[in-house]
């Protein structure tokens, strides 16, 4: 097998189309990690998988559920991509610890502990105060272990996802943030956390989500790979992959449910404001999978090998979907 | 009105029967506190709600639903029990604030914001760390400020309880628990939680569980008197009243269910232990409600007068239902 050029983008949550589809498939992505579930019960996923299952049929010649790394293998090799399922909440699983096996029946891979606020598991990054993963959390996280479902932090706060790296037998991973050295934001990383997941053998997709981003929609590509490369020299260059949490297509209403599920009556404007409650805007680089192009031009300026791009963006996050049944 | 009488046990838990509608009416209840959700989402609580209608039908000599403390006034009459209904968890609303007012139009009076473990809403007393009230813990007690739904804090940790204290904009309840100067368990609270719950108008059902007593069930009736005695020094006697936690009747599979629910695959013991499995056996002054009666003689040994007996043991709760949608 050429690992040389797998390219995997581990975070998408777009208003899904065949345009976006063929745009992934221009890009060359063999794989792309979904959000299907921010703040729905079980029986919710459930429509949403019976969804995907309709673009599945529906664009067979585009995409086709991914469900192990060997589906990126085939991806590869049919030029599609293989689309692999996660949920930002663990929602989905309500106070049953019995439904973890269910989601993954359903072929969830990965599942964040909490989306922005506290959960049953864990505390998410926009509390006030973080208790760390909860007695649930534990035996959850021992589940998902025993099960094969990634553990991902990327909306956790800082002792939660600390506590998550520990407590997992396995490596967890944080699919869309970035190190907060480069952008101080609620939803960024501290060095310590990058550490502490590269340690224990975890991945970071790093995100081209304005609100994560140094200048925001401003950012420059080579601030941006400056900060691929800073971080490679903290944590090792194999921890590091692209999440890129694109929201494509999407009306505003989205955002807002995002961020306000039915937890609130006040409204909350997460990474907004009152005064900005859209989706921001890409930066021009990268206002697409596209953007993968430039990505590996603006990584090999600042003096990344050909291997090394090739890690970066997609080759860690293989290993990583190697990893997950061993 | 007469308010010299009113007996109130502001929280029972027991396998409902004729024979224990029966001795509740012997011990003179005018009103008990009943609870009908631990870990059950709101489809649950509706079919428990159906089985308690089917109660109030077969039993309406001895029983009826109690919605404000009009019932009260109207059970003492006529000499029935006003069943008041209440969660120990936040459960049955899920992540939807909007289920509040629907468990208020069941005619639910006081919801736990958390039983042992982390809710979404604050911190169990049995987690090890405690993040005080939520994001959304803070919007829901607006809520059921809102719409008279009393906030609950009896399993709740030190600083959740603080905090549910100054953010509820209405006094709030700890319906069953005791003093931890009395005895030490992680059930009972502090000092620090009596005098801000009283400060603020706030009422502590004082308990008779044997796991929340000294000498648990061989505590003696001069003991629990004696400790009612100073707290009533502590925090003021119109802040005290009784929520027994009276258990009777159930198979030990249901304290195992109540401390376990669906959120572990390890066997989690609660108060008990891997070799004390079972409900406590209750201190034998204190077998079912008619020991409401032994209280009344040992609350006077211990120096209380006749008024003041009757305070704690129901005019205060009382006057607390009548502050809940004033």
């Known amino acids: 097998m050429n690992l040389k050029s797998f390219r995997i983008d581990n975070l998408q949550y777009c208003n899904w189309s065949k345009e976006i589809f063929q745009i992934n498939n221009q890009a060359k992505l063999d794989a792309i990690h979904v959000t299907i579930a921010y703040h729905e019960d079980f029986n919710e996923v459930e429509k949403n998988i019976n969804i995907w299952n309709k673009y599945f049929k529906e664009f067979k010649d585009l995409i086709f559920h991914g469900k192990t790394y060997k589906d990126i293998e085939k991806a590869h090799k049919e030029k599609k991509t293989a689309v692999f399922f996660g949920f930002q909440n663990c929602s989905p699983i309500g106070n049953n610890i019995g439904l973890v096996e269910e989601i993954h029946k359903l072929g969830i891979v990965f599942m964040q502990l909490t989306y922005n606020n506290q959960s049953l598991l864990a505390t998410g990054c926009y509390e006030e105060n973080d208790s760390g ?57 501290s060095n310590e956390i990058l550490k502490a997941l590269a340690e224990s053998g975890g991945m970071i997709g790093l995100s081209l989500y304005p609100h994560h981003l140094k200048d925001k929609s401003n950012c420059t590509l080579e601030s941006f790979c400056e900060m691929v490369a800073k971080t490679s020299d903290l944590i090792g260059i194999k ?3 692209i999440g890129s949490d694109l929201c494509i297509g999407h009306p505003d209403s989205v955002v807002d449910w995002m961020r306000n599920g039915k937890w609130t009556k006040t409204k909350d404007y997460g990474e907004g404001s009152s005064s900005d409650v859209s989706f921001p805007k890409q930066p021009i680089w990268f206002e697409d999978a596209r953007g993968f192009k430039n990505l590996e031009d ?19 996050w293989y290993n990583f979907y190697r990893g997950i049944n061993s």
Chains 1, 2 share one sequence.
């Open 239 to 241: 921890h590091i992959g």
């Open 133 to 189: 993963v909860t007695r649930m959390g534990k035996e959850v996280i021992k589940e998902m272990n025993k099960l094969g479902v990634v553990v991902d932090m990327s909306h956790s706060a800082e002792k939660s996802t600390l506590d998550a790296i520990k407590i997992s037998s396995k490596p967890i991973a944080i699919t869309h943030a970035n190190p907060s050295f480069w952008f101080e934001a609620k939803r960024n990383k």
């Open 298 to 316: 603006g990584l090999k300026k600042v003096g990344f090998k050909e291997s090394e791009v090739n890690d970066i963006l997609g080759n860690n």
